[in-house]
């Protein structure tokens, strides 16, 4: 057991506005975590240790060292790299601690709701306070952006007085200083355009500071410049001609200073610099000259005492727009007309596109059949009613009611004469019909579903043969035995040699393996081939498996005196029983947590959701299992204790039931028989056509035959409910752990398998036996409703009613046949389903479709959860890879960064043979061994090794360097070229003339 011993302290920044950077207890006391046992559920212990002020399902564990903070969903074991250098420093005097302090997102969210709901003093002293909060932690500003923090700064502002504005530039200065903040703004336009508007402010502080932070936004990367060109159009389109803001500055109608105006005319420069093409350059150049560009730069340049900065803006202008293909000012003498000639296509644009429109409109039908073959059928079968109201025929059923009554208890004797109403239910039987219930479509079970393929004298047309005598039996309670009785696995099949060769004992996977399909069953389409022929094989690293699940002795279990398991009891005897008996009806209680959290309405019902709203613990019950837990942690908690310390983990668990159980609903009598029969048959084309499944098997059976020593060639799926329990005597992960990191690892492409057996899963909810016994009561109540009907027509109906109840009640009789049908298919193409999966056929019909549609289901959902889990981890990897990146470092660092590799390119090797080919080596650097180079090149011209020679050539000088590689094999190219002097590598042969670069000849 290993555990991980450091100082804690607390932070109270439970109020961001108002909190210390001080850690407190100054002498922080020690804490003991346990590093196979996830944060969340130590988290209490630390609160408790500290008396902290937090609420406990606010707090996070922040690193002192580094300013990271900890998973609490993960185990320290599995944030190794985290915590590194956590205590190297701790020699030298310098410990470091634990801090315990509020979630980020905690904190934003108070920090948002604050600023919304402020006024006054209490606004202005936020508004103030906020730069400073995004100084003390740089985590903070990435978590902010993310929670919409901008639009919350945007809709205050534009309230706001200067000097709340002030404060709020301050704020979005400090947040452009870091990448995340920079990528936050980059991608939400609305503050670049709340940044311009500012320009056009009556305060000149509120200009300035707003003209620094667009400067700064358009500076960081060329491709913000069109950002700001998308911003300045959107605001000055309901104002006027774009730029007018910035226009207004140099104008000077309001005296501005001259800063303001070098401000504004860099912007304005740096703008056009990083525009990507000619056509927004003109259009942008075009607004500025019809403002009067031309005339207030003469205006400022002529001007004695003009600051030379700004003079240098104004010629840099002038240079931009002489450097264009031609003049703009030349176009202005035409602007008028083509202004008109312009509004007369964008007119006649506007006509076309709505002309467009309206043709789509008129093309779009809607369509929508809804006849039914009810009515079809009622017409059908009219003659048949019309007899129900015959005086002949009611005095003639009056009578065999009459007589049936009279008599007594029925004996073996003939078949008593068939009443009326099963004359018509005969006939309606004896009519062929489309298989169809309402939307449920069962036309694909044909004719051949009607032979079970179990009944042997249907399938090879005798009855000689017998099939194989049944297994022993064993009792249900027991363990599965060993194969054959204990006995040592059969050995392989001579000719056939072991798969795998172990060094080591390995745990044993108790399967039972699938044998072949038995000769009198393989004619049956269903059996020509098995699933298992169809799996891919899949390579194992054995070394791994071999070292993961290596038989290790362990110790046992402590017992008790009466010889049961210890285990943590905290809760009364009547509160954990009631637990325990609603555990019997939920999922596994591992996969609850996610099922609640995700709202996954396949993995539990509405008397699930409410079974758990009765199990919610309380905080003296989650306090008291956590302390136990820590106290004892070799002893494992009770069922119940483990399940309310699940439930504990989940925030707001009461809001999500009841949210969740508000959308809950329930279905129809006759959708309770269609609709599983309909998911059963969705099931089994669902099973046999998963791609995932098929993956999982193959990785599991490899996995099996390696650990086993067998070569088995599938296994029954009974078996996956016990993938889940088996673990490596390592890392104690369990078997289904690694199949899914194989199943990710190697087949990218496969899915979480549960969201794509979706009616296996509703399948597994439905008892298939009370299913039968419901269509048997529908028919019963069906067929005793004829009778009543003909009965009651004795006395004073109305036509029309007896004419709608006629109608209803042959509509019922066709979809309860029709359900029969599909009942009676579809039971026996889940028997052709089980043999196709390896099932014996002895055991077939012991099968509960239940039962194995359970097993599929948990498994799935126990994938999921696996596989979600596995992707996390991964993503949280990679997440923390990029983060590092950009944490916490100045725009100015990473665009030094960027400047180091702005003037290399990637060299091109051209192979010259007539017509010739080229290949990109790499970029920035190349190491290449020219022999190796020019024997593939040798083979790819058909030239001899010793007819080829380098050229390194310098574009911008006309003569080459030869480069002729010697004999050991030793010269290399190293790279990158300069774009001051670029160089090309050739490759030529001795007997041509011409050098050519990019198919030009030099």
């Given at each position: ?7 804690v302290q ?9 909190s ?5 207890p ?6 003991t ?5 996830p ?6 212990g ?9 609420k ?5 564990l922040?690193l002192?060292?580094n ?6 969903e993960s ?6 790299d985290?915590?590194e250098g956590?205590?190297?420093d ?11 302090r509020?979630?980020l997102?905690?904190?934003?969210h ?24 995004f ?11 993310m929670?919409?923090?901008?639009t919350?700064?945007i ?28 990528n ?40 913000n ?6 911003a300045?159009?959107t605001?000055?389109?309901k ?8 226009m ?19 912007l304005?420069n ?8 000619q ?22 340049v002529?001007?004695k005492g ?10 840099i ?18 602007l008028?007309s083509?202004?008109t000639?312009l509004t007369s ?14 043709n789509m ?20 079968f009219?003659d048949?009613v019309?007899g129900l109201v015959?005086p002949?025929?009611?005095?003639h059923?009056g ?9 007594p ?6 078949t ?10 005969d006939?309606?039987?004896a ?14 079970l044909?004719?051949?579903d009607?032979v079970d393929?179990?009944d ?24 599965p ?14 000719g ?12 044993r ?20 081939e098995?699933?298992?022929?169809k799996l ?11 070292n993961l699940?290596?038989?290790?002795s ?5 017992t ?46 509405k ?8 199990m ?9 299992i ?5 106290a ?19 925030s ?13 609903d ?17 099931g089994?084309?669902?099973?046999e056509?998963?791609?995932t499944?098929?993956?999982i098997?193959s ?22 409910e ?7 005597t390592?890392?104690?992960q ?5 199949v ?17 057996i979706?009616a ?8 298939f ?7 048997c ?18 006395h ?5 009613l ?6 209803f ?20 193409r ?10 014996p056929p002895y055991?077939?019909?012991?099968v ?9 289901s ?6 999921r959860?696996?596989?979600?889990r596995?992707?996390?981890q991964k993503?949280?990897r ?7 990146k950009?944490?916490g ?28 080919s ?13 022999n ?8 790819s011209?058909h030239?001899?090794r010793?007819?080829?020679?380098f050229?390194m050539i310098p ?8 480069l ?8 290399l ?6 774009l ?12 041509t ?10």
């Open positions: 057991m290993a555990t991980f011993a450091c100082r607390f932070l109270d920044d439970t109020d961001p506005f108002n210390t950077n001080f850690p407190e100054t002498r922080p006391p020690q804490f975590f346990r590093e196979d046992i944060l969340i559920n130590q988290i209490a630390v609160h408790r240790l500290l008396k902290a002020p937090h406990l399902d606010d707090c996070a922040q002192s060292h300013g990271s903070y900890l998973d609490l185990t320290l074991a599995e944030q190794r985290e915590i956590f205590q190297e701790g020699g030298r005097g310098k410990k470091h601690s634990i801090i315990l509020t979630q997102s905690v904190r934003v108070v920090c948002i709701e604050k600023l919304y709901n402020s006024t006054g003093r209490e606004l202005r002293r936020a508004l103030f306070s906020l730069k400073q909060i100084q003390d932690d740089k985590d903070l500003v990435h978590e902010f952006v929670a919409e923090g901008l919350c700064l809709k205050v502002g534009a309230e706001a007085d200067q000097n709340y504005q002030n404060y709020i530039l301050r704020a979005l200065g400090q947040i452009m200083l870091y990448v995340d903040g920079m936050g703004l980059i991608g939400h336009n609305e503050t670049v355009q709340w940044l311009y508007t500012l320009v056009g402010s009556k305060f000149r502080l509120v200009v300035k500071t707003a003209l620094k932070l667009l400067l700064v936004f358009v500076e960081y990367t060329e491709s410049a069109p950002l700001l060109i998308q300045v159009n605001v000055d389109t104002q006027g001609n774009p730029w007018s803001n910035a207004e500055i140099l104008d000077e109608k309001d005296g501005m200073d001259t800063e303001l105006l070098v401000y504004a005319m860099t304005i740096k703008t056009l610099a990083g525009l990507p093409d056509d927004t350059f003109y259009d942008v150049v075009d607004s500025l000259e019809e403002q009067g560009m031309e005339a207030m730069a003469k205006r400022h002529n001007r003009t600051d030379l900065d700004l003079v240098e803006q104004f010629n202008y002038e240079v931009s727009v002489c450097s264009v293909c031609f003049s703009v000012r030349h176009r202005l003498n035409d008028d083509s202004v000639s296509r964008i007119s006649t644009l506007e006509v076309r596109r709505q002309t467009c429109e309206d409109k008129k093309l779009e039908v809607d369509h929508l059949d809804n006849q039914g073959s009810v009515r079809a059928v009622a017409e059908k009219g048949l019309k015959s002949h025929e009611v005095e059923s009578k065999e009611t009459q007589q049936s009554q009279e008599k208890l029925p004996t073996p004797s003939p008593p004469p068939k009443k009326e109403s099963d004359h018509i239910w006939q309606l039987i009519t062929p019909r489309e298989l169809r219930i309402k939307e449920l479509d069962f036309t694909d044909g004719e051949e009607d393929i179990l042997v004298s249907n399938v090879i047309g005798s009855s000689d043969l017998t099939p194989p005598p049944p297994p022993p039996l064993f009792l249900p309670s027991l363990p035995p060993p194969p054959l009785f204990g006995c040592p696995p059969p050995p392989p099949i001579p056939e040699p072991l798969l795998f060769q172990k060094k080591k004992k390995t745990i996977l108790f399967w039972n393996e699938v044998r072949p399909i038995d000769w009198q069953y393989s004619n049956h389409k269903s059996c020509r098995s699933l298992w022929s891919d094989a899949v390579k194992l690293d054995t070394a791994k498996l071999e699940f290596e038989t290790k362990k110790e046992l279990p402590k008790a005196a009466d010889g049961k398991r210890q285990e943590i009891i905290i809760l009364d005897s009547k509160r954990s029983n009631a637990i325990n008996i609603g555990l019997t009806v939920l999922p596994p209680p591992r996969t609850i947590k996610t099922a609640i959290l995700n709202f996954d309405e396949y993995a539990l019902s008397e699930g959701i409410e079974k758990i709203l009765t919610i613990p309380t905080e003296e019950e989650t306090q008291k956590q302390e136990a837990q820590l004892n942690p070799d002893t494992p908690l009770g069922s119940a204790e483990q399940f309310l310390l699940i439930l504990s983990s989940i707001e668990l009461s809001a999500r039931l009841q949210l969740w159980a508000f959308k809950m329930y279905d129809a009598l006759e959708k309770e028989v269609a609709e599983p029969l309909q998911d059963l048959k969705e089994m084309d669902q099973l056509k998963n791609k499944l098929r993956y098997l990785t599991l059976l490899a996995i099996g035959n390696f650990l086993n020593g067998t070569n088995a060639k599938g296994f029954e799926l009974s078996y996956l016990k993938v889940p329990e088996v673990k490596d390592v890392h104690k369990s078997l289904l752990h690694h899914c990191s194989l199943v990710v690892e190697k087949f990218p492409e496969s899915s979480d398998l549960y969201s794509e979706g296996i899963t509703r399948s597994a909810k439905v008892d036996d009370q299913l039968q016994e419901n269509l009561q529908m028919e019963y109540r069906c067929k005793a409703s004829w009778d009543h009907l003909k009965v009651i027509a004795k004073e109906m109305k036509p029309a007896k004419q709608r109840m006629s109608d009640l042959k509509d019922c009789a066709e979809r309860i046949i029709i359900l029969k049908i599909v009942h009676r298919r579809i039971i026996n889940f028997h052709s389903f089980l043999l196709f999966l390896g099932h055991a077939i019909r012991e509960s479709i239940h039962r194995f549609s359970k097993i599929l948990e498994f799935a959902l126990e994938y959860t696996t596989r979600e596995v992707l996390q993503q949280k990679a997440n923390h890879r990029e983060r590092n950009t944490r470092k100045m725009i100015t660092e990473v665009s030094l960064d960027n400047s180091k590799n702005s003037n290399y390119f990637c060299p091109i090797i051209h192979v010259q043979k007539g017509t010739f080229s290949f990109v080596l790499g970029s920035p650097l190349i190491s290449l061994r020219l190796n180079v020019l024997n593939f090149c040798a083979s011209l030239h001899k010793e007819a080829l020679y050229q574009v911008s000088h006309s003569h080459s360097v030869y002729r590689p010697g004999k050991t094999d030793s010269y190219v190293y790279g990158p070229f300069s001051v002097c670029p160089r090309v590598l050739r490759i030529a042969t001795k007997h003339h011409h050098l050519h670069y990019n198919n030009k000849t030099l």
